[in-house]
């Protein structure tokens, strides 16, 4: 494990808790030797830490800007990006080696990582540290938040005078711990749209995005 705590910038006085944080549901469904509860308080270290990075780094920008931040920096894809680039794949225990390179797999790896430092250390602002240095490349402030489509088809919508946006799941398939949904939008009879996504709110934005199109939104 040296290799990676060299990678992390973190060296572990209870190395369990490393291999915790590494060790996929697949491998072991005892609770305190899988990631799964670690991530779950990893996931709120990471969320405060961004959300206070942005707040500090974007001070005269609305909620809804920061929040549109928020997302594109916490969400599975932002997450497994980093976790690729300290190559953490190669050091994931799971039954299936494919699973090791799964975003959802990286990203809960990734925010279980976090957990086990502050565990480890039983010092917040230390996981909050290790945080600010892996995320701090990407908040940059020539990078825009992601288009938030939803909003944009709402206010197209009022624009031609047509039925408010209603958003309905029609379908779900895929694993469990890797669901894909599909989501109609209809304005009104006359307009429908669909989107797919690995969660409800991805297939929303992706439905939306298409209706966009279909209405001639330009650069949607």
Same mark, same amino acid.
Request: aromatic residues 6%; charged residues 25%.
């Given at each position: ?138 908040? !940059?402030?020539? +990078? ?5 489509? %939803? ?5 197209? =919508? *009022?624009?031609?005078? @047509? ?26 009879? !006359?307009?429908? +749209? ?5 969660? %409800? ?5 992706? =439905? *939306?995005?298409?209706? @966009? ?8």
């Amino acid at each position: 494990m040296n290799k990676l705590e060299q990678k992390l910038g973190y060296t572990f006085n209870n190395p369990m808790l490393l291999t915790q944080a590494l060790t996929h549901s697949s491998l072991t469904a005892d609770i305190h030797k899988n990631y799964e509860r670690l991530e779950f308080l990893g996931d709120r270290i990471l969320g405060l830490t961004v959300a206070d990075m942005l707040c500090h780094t974007f001070k005269d920008e609305p909620e809804g800007s920061l929040a549109q931040r928020f997302v594109v920096l916490v969400c599975k894809e932002m997450v497994a990006e980093i976790m690729r680039e300290l190559n953490i794949p190669e050091f994931i225990k799971a039954a299936n080696a494919d699973v090791r390179t799964k975003d959802n797999v990286l990203c809960d790896v990734g925010e279980a990582i976090i957990a086990a430092i502050y565990l480890d250390s039983n010092n917040l602002q230390t996981a909050m540290d290790f945080v600010r240095r892996l995320w701090q490349p990407h908040i !940059d402030k020539k +990078s825009q938040p992601k288009k938030d489509y %939803k909003t944009m088809l709402q206010e197209r =919508a *009022a624009i031609l005078k @047509l039925p408010a946006p209603v958003y309905e799941v029609i379908a779900k398939s895929g694993l469990e711990h890797e669901p894909i949904f599909m989501v109609q939008v209809s304005l009104g009879a !006359d307009y429908v +749209s669909h989107g797919q996504g690995s969660s %409800k709110k991805h297939a929303e934005q992706e =439905a *939306a995005a298409t209706m @966009l199109n279909k209405l001639g939104q330009p650069n949607a």
